[in-house]
Structure formats: structure tokens, C-alpha cells
């Protein structure tokens, strides 16, 4: 029989093997040591992980995918600083530590950061305390790896000085920690190595943390440029995985799908990112258009062209409209009129549409307003007019009003102003004027004052061309026209308002003075309230005047009709002629001399950047079946 002190003595024994065994089996049946687990992570894609998952369509989008350069990036919007961030437990999941040796990979464009301004480019972040475990930092002309010392709530910094990344220009870096020593590449250049005072901490925890991708989870530390690619790769150097390379500032190791090149993928499960894009202008000769100049514009001065590049074709695509060009002319369309027209006037009218008013010269048809409707000018409403010669349209305080000029001659005679009513919409009679055989209006203003012109073209009772025009004001009060001025004229046929600057004009034509067509047309300019003779030109039996502006220039041209020298023959191929105002002299000066056919009017039109003038020729001594000519402005350029 055994004695109870050696029984005890045996069963403790016992029980010390079996502890022993049992421990054996769990190291067995365990997985490798917490070490082994921590050095077995992979490349971790840090941006990727971070793209917000998918969700509704509608939900709006706290990224940005930005175009610039010829490379995609993402943008966080202002103050979605958790935007990019995932918990850390879900890429360290066998083993919370930090791996002591590792490589972060960034591509970014960060533009120029101010004094003492810190951006994060990436982060751990301990979610108790609010305390950055590890961090990768910018400031201007720095790079800066915080990691937090061990016990206590303090961070050693490794700061790589005069590096130059915030200078709105796409950069590959590469930052390699190995025990004490930290090594930094730039876009595949000399390698700068630093050396801490203490090795990288190899009991780094990420328990309880959130990884931040572009922040550190508050607002001023938002990084407010482009991130491109962002990775963690533990226990090795990059470096060599990156280099050399034919384009260092831009290497992809892993990007993001919504970054490579191509269409943005569209997930219709997943959110809708914002696209935009930033571009430059290149001027001078034709620049090279490859992939990495995707969206480049590109301004070609000589052709006035703006054009982007196509990086898959290569080629440069223009993206201005090409400007229109007078090619030719065709019908439209054929207006019936009861009797010979004199004139047309085009107008709008506010809510109402295009009006087109026709001068008529039989009384008893009257003169009709067509009105543009279905694509076409349809009769709209006939108005009694005496052998009407011209329409003129002007608004007053938003009022619509149309002047006929009667040239009738009978006593009195009478010119009519007619008025818009709205509620009927119809012109309906304002007010008539006494004219003697009036054959043009013209309406202006000045210094918020409204006028109105006639040109008198002679007497009916003696046949008298040297006759008064007149100038009428409008009376506020009244609401009606009154008597301003009276100008000298002789057979007026046409009166032109114009401004220069400051400087107000008329230009009346001048006709005929009884004897003969050779006579002066006169230029009058507005001064101290009312019009004074600045100009006498000689003309030949001179139907209208037209003022134009190009280029800063500014010209009138005169429709001279016939040479009639008191029984002598007609002569009616015959020099119109341009002049152009010259500010030195202060004098309008013969520009050119155009020849034309009995010129009746001459009007200047603009298609696309082209300057044009027409001139409507009527008679050339035998037949009254000619051909009117447009001609093109052509000025040489200025610098």
C-alpha cells in the first residue's frame, strides 16, 4: 500500500504532464505567432478600400473624380472628411499590430499650401482618444511620417525638408521604413534617407482605430488636392517595384477602376461620382497630342480655333462652331403686295413676335403689317396710308410706335405715327405730323430725350425742293411730338443718325435743288441742344445715307442716283462712294469709290465674322432690270 504523502506526490506530477501535454497540443493546433501573422499581410490598396460603397443613385456624393493633366484623381468636397475612411480591423485582421517594416506608395497633385498648413494624405486613428497612431502629412515644401511613442500620448516626426510636392504638378512617391532608417523617392530620383533616433515602433496597436484616406477626420485636415493611388505594402521596399519607369510622376501600381483611363465605369448599384475636369491652354504652334495630354486645349491664334486633344487618336478635335459665311442667297419666300412698295421695316414686338411693315404706293390699297407666323409673313393688318414712301419703328418707355412718311401731294399733307395698343394689338393712329412729300423718318434719342426726323422732299403747291426737314421732340407731358428744330435741305431723300463716342450725328441725303443733282450732302452733330453743320460733302442726287463701324472705324457710305444738270441727259452710272471718319482732321474722308447703277440704299450686315455691304441699284439709263451687288469689307489687320 502506497503512503498518502507519495500518492499526493504522484497525482500532482500527473497533473503537472497532462498540463504539459494539453499546452504542447494547443501550440500545435494554434496558427503561427503573433509576429508570423503580422508579416503575412499582402499589398493593401488603401484608396480602393476607401471608396464609399455602393448605394441609392440619388445619394449624393462626397468625391469628386477630377481630369487633370491627362490623369484622373479623387477630390474630397469640403468638409466630408470621413468620406474616404474604413475601420482598421478589416485589413488587419489576423493580427492588430502595425508592421514594423512597410513601403506607402502615393500619387497625388497637391497645389500650393500656405504657411504652417498640415494636410493628411493618410491616417490611423485611435477612436477613443481621437489620437493619430500613424499619419502622413504634408506641409509647404514638406513630407512628414508621425508616429506615436510608445507610452505616451506624444509623436515622433520624420520630416523630409525641401522636397518640393506642392507645386500643383503630379508626383510618385515611394517611403520606406526599415528599423531606424526611413527612405524617400520622388518620382524615381536620388533616394533621401534619414535615420530616428529610435526604430519604428514594432508593437504598434490598431486595435479600436479608423484608417483615413485624405484626412485625419476633422476638417482643417482635409487634403485639398488630388489622390491618385495610395498603398501599403508591409515588410518590403516599393522602390524597386516602381523604377525605372517612363513616366515617374505618374506610375500605377494599383489605381483605382474610376481612375484609369477610359469612360467613368457607371455601377448602377453603386453611387454617382461627380466628373470634372481641369485643362490648359496652350497657344503658338501645334503641340503634341498623346494619351498623357487628354483634354488639353489648344488655341490656334491664326485660324481663331479652339481645340482639345484626343489622347486615344491623337488628334485635335475643334470645339468652336465654325462661323457662318456668306456662301449665297436664295428666295425664301414671295410677298404678295397690292401695289409697288417703296419700303420695308422689320420689327419685334415683345410677346407678340416679328412684324414686317411694307410701304405701299397706291392710297387706295393702303400699306400693309405682316406678321412672321408658321414660318412665313402673313398679312396681319392694313392700314390707310397716301402713297406711302417709308416706315420707321421705335419704342418709347416700352410704348411700340410705327411712323408712315406720306408723300401724297395734296394739302394738307399728312405723315401719321401710329401706337401698339395691347389690348386690341393693333397699331391704331397717335398723332399726325404736316410733312411736305416726306419720304424717310428716322427716330433716336439723346441724353434720355426721344426724337424724331423727317426729310421734306419738296412742296406740292410750287415743286419747291429747297424746303425745311424737320426735327421733332417728345413731349413727356403731352405724350405727343412737338416742333424742335428745322434744318435747311434740298430735296431730301434720306436722314441717317449716328454716334461717335460721346458725339451724336445726322446725315441727310440731298437730292436735287430745282437746277441740278450735283449739290452737297450735310452732316450736322448735336451740340448745346440742338444740330449744327459739321460737314458739307458733294454728292449726286444722293438717295441714302448708311453708318456703319468696324474694327473700331467708322464709316459712312452714300447711294448716289443719277448726274442731272439742268436739261443736259441723265447720267446714272455713277461712283458711290465710302468715307471713313478721320479723327486727326475731324473730317469724313473718300475711302472708296464703288461704281453703281441709279443706287436707291445701301445696307451693311454682319455673317459670322465677315463685314458686308448691298447696295440696290435701280436704272442704268435703259433698263430697270439689273443686278444688286454685296460686297465684302476687307481692312488689313492692326497691331
Known sequence: MVETPTL???????LRVTWLLLLLLLLAAAPAGSWEACTELLPLDLLQRALPPPGPEDTPTQVQIVQSRGSRGLRLVDAAVTALSFPASQIFIHCHMFPAEFSLVATFKAPRLREKENEFIFSI????????????????????????SSGSTGHSRLTFQEVGLDDNHWHTVALAVTGPYATLTVDCGLPVELKQLQP???????AGSQVFVGSRGRPRSRYSGLLRQLLLLPGSDATPRLCPSEDPHLVDMSVPQVLRPGPVPVDPCGPAYRYEAE?????????????????????????????VCSGRTGTWTSLLQKADRLDYVEDYQDLYTPSETFDVELFSIQSQGLFMAAANRDSRSGSGIYRWTDGSFQLYQNISTREARAWKHFTIDEEVFLAVANSREAEPQLSVIYRWQRRRRRFVQHQTLQTHSAVDWEAFSIQQQHFLVVANHRRANDSNHNIHSVLYWWNRTTELFEENQTLSTSGAYDVEFFSVGSFHFLAVANTFNGVSTLISSH???????????????????ATD????QVDGRYFLVVANSQKVWQHGPSVYNINSTVYELNTLTRTFIPFQDLLTHSAVDWEFFTVGEGNFLVVANSHDGTSYSLNSVVYRLLLPVTH
Open 8 to 14: 499526493m506526490m504522484l497525482v500532482r506530477l500527473l
Open 125 to 148: 486613428v485611435e477612436e477613443g482618444s481621437d489620437l493619430v497612431l500613424l499619419g502622413l502629412r504634408m506641409s509647404r515644401n514638406r513630407l512628414q511620417l508621425m508616429v506615436r
Open 200 to 206: 519604428f515602433p514594432s508593437s504598434l496597436s490598431t
Open 279 to 307: 485643362t490648359w491652354v496652350t497657344l503658338g504652334t501645334r503641340p503634341p497630342c498623346s494619351a498623357a495630354k487628354e483634354g488639353q486645349l489648344w488655341f490656334n491664334a491664326l485660324k481663331k480655333d479652339l481645340l
Open 523 to 541: 452732316i450736322y452733330v448735336w451740340s448745346e441742344g440742338s444740330f449744327h453743320l459739321f460737314q458739307e460733302i458733294p454728292t449726286f442726287g
Open 545 to 548: 445715307w448708311e453708318s456703319f
